[in-house]
T-cell receptor, first 110, second 112 residues
Framework: GEDVEQSLFLSVREGDSSVINCTYT??????LYWYKQEPGAGLQLLTY?????DMKQDQRLTVLLNKKDKHLSLRIADTQTGDSAIYFC??????????FGTGTRLQVFP | AAGVIQSPRHLIKEKRETATLKCYPI?????VYWYQQGPGQDPQFLIS???????DKGSIPDRFSAQQFSDYHSELNMSSLELGDSALYFC???????????FGPGTRLTVL
């Protein structure tokens, strides 16, 4: 994740919104992704956004992309305890390999 | 719906031994990717194959080799294992030109 940075931890109260941030450096990235990983488990694709879009909403998830600042964020509305996991952003150029961020551990407390 | 299958799910080896990890992509997916995720780390790209040919190479040690077979399954061969090779190894597959990679459950390799 040397080219894709995330904050390490985020702690939120159940019912609040969570915002996880990601910065990337490769301006030629064409797709940006958000993956969720629960302890000892695989990588679950949550959503992705094409680089010519500013925003994408999918139920409780909202992705914002600021291409000028190379900043990506994932907002989770009404965060639940089941949302506790590590969240990785990732970038790719066309359909190439994924370059993952350092991961943000989200902890949701009651 | 069929998913990516990886075997074995868990593997324990001694230092200097060899290991073979297998990946069976989703039917009609012709591209396979391998990633390595060390403890507390983000997944790192190792290597990918498209139509049985290596398409890209990342930070894969020379001790590792991989190939994709005619039925599109792929194997990652690891020799002279080191303690630092202990990690989760993920395989992902995608059909041609598709931007989404579908990940398998991973193989957890422990080197003692």
């Amino acid at each position: 994740g040397e080219d894709v940075e995330q904050s390490l931890f985020l702690s939120v109260r159940e019912g609040d919104s969570s915002v996880i941030n990601c910065t990337y450096t490769d301006s030629s990235s064409t797709y940006l992704y958000w993956y969720k990983q629960e302890p000892g488990a695989g990588l679950q694709l949550l959503t992705y956004i094409f680089s010519n879009m500013d925003m994408k909403q999918d139920q409780r998830l909202t992705v914002l992309l600021n291409k000028k600042d190379k900043h990506l964020s994932l907002r989770i509305a009404d965060t639940q305890t089941g949302d506790s996991a590590i969240y990785f952003c990732a970038e790719s150029i066309h359909t190439d390999k994924l370059i993952f961020g350092t991961g943000t551990r989200l902890q949701v407390f009651p | 719906a069929a998913g990516v299958i990886q075997s074995p799910r868990h593997l324990i080896k001694e230092k200097r031994e060899t290991a073979t990890l297998k990946c069976y992509p989703i039917p009609r997916h012709d591209t396979v990717y391998w990633y390595q995720q060390g403890p507390g780390q983000d997944p790192q790209f190792l290597i990918s194959f498209y139509e049985k040919m290596q398409s890209d190479k990342g930070s894969i040690p020379d001790r590792f080799s991989a190939q994709q077979f005619s039925d599109y399954h792929s194997e990652l061969n690891m020799s002279s294992l080191e303690l630092g090779d202990s990690a989760l190894y993920f395989c992902a597959s995608s059909p041609t030109g598709y931007n989404e990679q579908f990940f398998g459950p991973g193989t957890r390799l422990t080197v003692l």
